[in-house]
Each structure stands twice: as C-alpha cells, then as structure tokens.
Nanobody, 127 residues
C-alpha cells in the first residue's frame, strides 16, 4: 500500500524556520519523484517544490526560491522541505505527493500528474 505521511508543521513567527518531512512507503524513489504543494484558505493548491531523488534534481516556485530547500534521504525513503525566512503568506496546509519518475521537472509544480498524496500538515506563520 502506498502511503505518504507529512510531519513537521506548526506555528512559527515570521522570519522563523520549519522543516517538513514526507515519509514514503509502498514505492521506491527510483519509480517516483516527490513534490510539495500548499493550499491556503480560499486559494487553489499551488506547487512549491519537487525533487527527483534518482539524480537530486530539484525545482522551486518563484515565491519560495532562496528560502526553501528540498532534499531526500533515500535510505529512509523520506523527503524534506526546509523552510527558512518564513512569511505570513506561507501559511497553508502543505502536502507531499508522488509523480511517476518519467515526468520531467517541468511537470513537478503541476498537481495534475501526481498519483499519490499525503494528508497534509498545517503551517502557520504569525506576523
């Protein structure tokens, strides 16, 4: 059974940091890449970042470049999203999802090509 479980969300002040984790089971990073998405109240879900663990290639939305870093620990089948210099507008539910490895990074910020999703973790940034 495929599972993606996010953790690490919470409440943080503006300028602070959080590290989200996405623990994957039931599939290999050889077969799927991982994307991070977020959805704020009243807004559409948006792509934040993605990683192909097979070659370490990554992608980022313009809104988080230079502040967020995605990484993977293949031995633990876990992907991380390090979020620094957090802003109130980063407040959202954050989700990780799995996309077939044959998709290029161009597709990683588009939710439509993902097969599996986690349940999400809340990130709240206070001003």
């Amino acid at each position: 059974e495929v599972q993606l479980v996010e953790s690490g969300g919470g409440l943080v002040q503006a300028g602070g940091s959080l590290r989200l984790s996405c623990a994957a089971s039931g599939f290999s990073f050889d077969d799927y890449g991982i994307g991070w998405f977020r959805q704020a109240p009243g807004k559409e879900r948006e792509g934040v970042s993605g990683i192909r663990a097979t070659d370490g290639s990554t992608s980022y939305a313009d809104s988080v470049k230079g502040r967020f870093t995605v990484s993977s620990d293949n031995a633990k089948n876990t992907v991380y999203l390090q979020m620094n210099s957090l802003k109130p507008e980063d407040t959202a539910v954050y989700y990780c999802a799995a996309i077939p490895i044959y998709y290029s990074l161009t597709y990683y910020l588009n939710e439509h090509d993902y097969d599996y999703w986690g349940q999400g973790t809340q990130v709240t940034v206070s001003s």
